[in-house]
């Protein structure tokens, strides 16, 4: 049997050399001469629902949109019918309208029809073809008659035919539709479309789509007067085709033809422009499909809008908005500032969802739930509000009162200042700063000995942005659905909210009942020092809104605080958002303690009346009620009395006692509080505790005020005492000024020996009761001598 003889492997080589090559050159070809769509695209922001939010120019100032995938059924079909009835049909070049072309040429003698397709149309748009037609291209671009030759048309034809081997059918139709010249600086289909109609092309009627399927053969046309005639009688003639084709019934040629064309660009949509500018640092994709909601966004919009044109008389120029969906943390609604298209604006174009500003009072849930979880407070627990002053720092609450002591979540629900500088204190500023890095604030980069505990009342700075989003996470981890680190337990995050929604709020807060509707709210308030910030943040478990109100420029004014104009604004959003329900607790977060009922505090084997409450089920507590007391009284529990200070038993109760300071202050908002009596006056028991100076504090420095007569004023000095029967005698600087029974104030005037007039430096102010007990202090006055 003969086998064929097996080919040679150089014969077989040779054979493949000119395939090999041939198609090489055909790669180099494709590569080479398909035209190329780089251009820079115009930066598109739009909703979760595909609505147009803004946009910027492209680079070069022309609206150029980033090219859709898919092209809307109505204007494909009018594009199609207007310019390329065979697109499908042919590969580049339409031989039948080819041969038609030059008939009608040779008829008339000269260039009548150029027999383009869509495909050669898209070519001469190619920004790799403008290198070798630019002149071609350009008068295409700046609407000049292009020139039109055999050559020409040869060269089209020939680079067709790459586009058509290099793109499918719809990538070239997207490809042409997203870089026609639509007039002036309007380029592609989604541009022109919300330049001329104010819609996406996806909403275009049958009258727009047509319009705007005839309009790059001609761009000029978009102008008042006969140009725009020109433009409704090319475009009326498409709808009759269309009409004819059976495209479109009589009926909406007859609506549609009674539409009147664009005369004039319309202005883009700017319903988000601090958030798109804000993505443009952020993201390298031109279209840019973002969570807003874009309802929400214009609703908000307005709110916003309205209480800054309200506040311009103020002096408050700069309003901030943002609402986040608190379960996924995704922004719904991004006002980042007020006014853009106002007279009166200022500073409109700053962001200040991300801009650093003082905090107010809004870090204080979080001491608050941190010292629950550190065993260091319970809810109701007791906090001291006295006059306070700690290394020469003398915090005042808002509304310059004190409480004497204070339920920590009543010092929370009235931002009480001093209960929290002296929590503050306790818990320490370094241990404070590692939570607040740990929650997710990033604006916190100084020691802690530079912050200080004005820490808790502003000395830190934040963002709209990070405050929101961390009030959203204790939300979400009170639930036990914060699936990132967190350094708060659930059950903290629940109490601090639970506290938050408390309708028992000071005066100037009562503002929640007019907007709050049967829908729990956890928020909170803070104002700046100096009046230069107002916020509020209001968290559901569906929704978390931050509000700021201020000056960008720092500026403070007396009307920027929070329950002013912050607190309106988030109540005015939650009541156009959805309502949600509040969440049942989680027992398994919790366990129970048994806590004196007067203090707060874990109860302790003198504590007569005790409740059961909730703790953070691995908070330890640290310490038991230590106001509770064993007492000794007479017989008749008038005085009270040592063991040998009678001949009889004494009376034995158990008694909740303050300090002297904060009795003295507690007892007038708390008549039902029963002082202990006066020791018997023959006792030999000590008095150590019995009064205190309140004010001044030691060491402390003060400036004495001039009257309207021109004469130094005085000092009002003033001190407590449990006893009510006590008598205070005041001494300064070795001179008897007087003495005062019940009520415990004197005004002094610090007087330099000899002379009227006060005295700068120092000075020793001695009290001393009837009893014989002794205060002191020492304080110094500023004012020059006279």
């Not at 199609?80 to 030059?102: C, M, Q, W």
């Not at 600086?185 to 009258?207: C, I, K, M």
Request: charged share 25%; aromatic share 12%; with cysteine.
């Amino acid at each position: 049997m003969n086998f064929p003889k097996e080919l040679p492997i150089k014969k077989i080589f040779k054979a493949l050399i000119p395939a090999f090559i041939s198609g090489l050159i055909v790669l180099f070809l494709i590569l080479f001469f398909t035209p190329d769509f780089k251009v820079d695209y115009s930066f598109t922001l739009y909703s979760s629902d595909g609505k147009l939010l803004g946009a910027s120019a492209a680079s070069d100032g022309q609206w150029r949109f980033p090219q859709s995938s898919k092209l809307p059924e109505k204007y494909r079909e009018a594009l199609l019918t207007y310019e390329d009835k065979n697109f499908y049909f042919h590969f580049g070049i339409d031989p039948l309208s080819v041969f038609r072309a030059a008939v009608e040429n040779v008829l008339k003698g000269k260039i009548i029809s150029g027999a383009s397709t869509i495909t050669m149309q898209t070519s001469r748009l190619s920004d790799r073809l403008s290198d070798r037609l630019s002149d071609r291209l350009s008068d295409r671009l700046s609407e000049k008659k292009p020139v039109r030759n055999f050559k020409q048309k040869l060269r089209e034809s020939f680079l067709s035919l790459f586009l058509e081997l290099s793109y499918s059918k719809e990538d070239i139709l997207n490809l042409y539709s997203s870089h026609a010249p639509y007039g002036g600086n309007v380029v592609g289909l989604e541009a022109a479309s919300w330049r001329y109609f104010g819609r996406g092309p996806e909403d275009l009627t049958w009258a727009e789509a047509a319009c705007l399927a005839v309009l790059p053969n001609q761009p000029s046309l978009v102008r008042p007067g006969k140009e725009s005639e020109i433009l409704k009688e090319k475009r009326d003639r498409l709808l009759y085709n269309l009409f004819l084709q059976k495209k479109i019934d009589k009926e909406t040629y007859s609506l549609s033809v009674a539409e009147p064309v664009p005369d004039k660009p319309k202005a883009l949509p700017q319903k988000a422009y601090h958030y798109l500018e804000f993505l443009k640092t952020k993201s390298t994709d031109q279209k840019n499909i973002s969570s807003l909601d874009y309802s929400l966004q214009e609703i908000i919009f307005e709110i916003a809008d309205h209480h800054f044109k309200r506040n311009l008389s103020s002096g408050v120029y700069n309003t901030a908005v943002l609402v986040l969906d608190t379960e996924t943390g995704k922004t719904l609604a991004y006002i980042g500032n007020t006014g853009l298209n106002n007279a009166d604006a200022k500073n409109e174009h700053v962001d200040m969802i991300y801009a650093r500003r003082s905090s107010g009072s809004l870090l204080k849930p979080f001491l608050f739930a941190a010292m629950l979880d550190a065993g260091m407070i319970l809810p109701d627990q007791l906090l001291i509000d006295i006059p306070t002053k700690i290394a020469g720092y003398t915090p005042q609450n808002s509304n310059y009162t004190y409480s004497g002591a204070v339920p920590a979540r009543k010092a929370l629900s009235y931002s009480l200042n001093i209960p929290f500088i002296r929590a503050l204190r306790e818990f320490t500023i370094p241990a404070f700063l590692d939570i607040l890095k740990r929650s997710g604030f990033t604006t916190f980069n100084r020691s802690a000995d530079e912050y200080g505990l004005p820490l808790i009342l502003g000395g830190g700075e934040i963002s709209l942005y990070e405050i929101t989003n961390t009030y959203r996470k204790m939300m979400l981890r009170a639930q036990n659905k914060l699936d990132e680190k967190f350094p708060f337990s659930s059950g903290a995050c629940r109490i601090t909210m639970d506290v938050l929604t408390e309708g028992n709020r000071p005066e100037e807060e009562a503002i929640w009942q007019l907007y709050a509707q049967n829908q729990k709210i956890a928020w909170k308030t803070g104002t700046s020092y100096g009046n230069k910030d107002a916020w509020t943040i209001g968290i559901t478990p569906k929704y978390s809104v931050g509000v700021w109100c201020g000056n960008a420029s720092g500026e403070g004014r007396p009307e920027i605080t929070s329950t002013k104009l912050a607190a309106p604004i988030l109540f005015e959003i939650f009541n156009i958002l959805p309502k949600s329900d509040w969440p049942e607790k989680e027992l398994k977060d919790f366990e129970f303690i048994k806590t004196c009922a007067d203090s707060g505090y874990p109860a302790g084997e003198f504590c007569k009346n005790t409740k059961a409450v909730l703790k953070p089920i691995h908070a330890h507590t640290q310490s038991t009620c230590p106001y509770c007391k064993k007492v000794s009284l007479s017989p008749d529990g008038k005085f009270q009395v040592k063991a040998n200070d009678i001949n009889e038993l004494p009376k034995i109760e158990n008694r909740f006692v303050l300090p002297a300071a904060a009795e003295y202050f507690y007892k007038q908002g708390h008549p039902e509080y029963k002082s202990l009596p006066q020791w018997l006056p023959e006792s030999t028991a000590s008095n150590a505790g019995e009064f205190e100076i309140l004010f001044p504090e030691d060491g402390t420095s003060v400036y004495i005020p001039t009257e309207l007569d021109g004469s130094f004023g005085a000092l009002v000095a003033e001190a407590a005492h449990k006893n009510p029967e006590a008598v205070i005698y005041w001494d300064l600087d070795g001179e008897y000024l007087g003495s005062t029974k019940s009520y415990h104030q004197m005004k002094i005037q610090p007087l330099k020996s000899g002379r009227r007039g006060t005295l700068k430096g120092r000075h020793e102010l001695t009290l001393t009761d009837n009893r014989g007990n002794t205060r002191k202090r020492i304080f110094y006055v500023l004012n020059e001598n006279l």
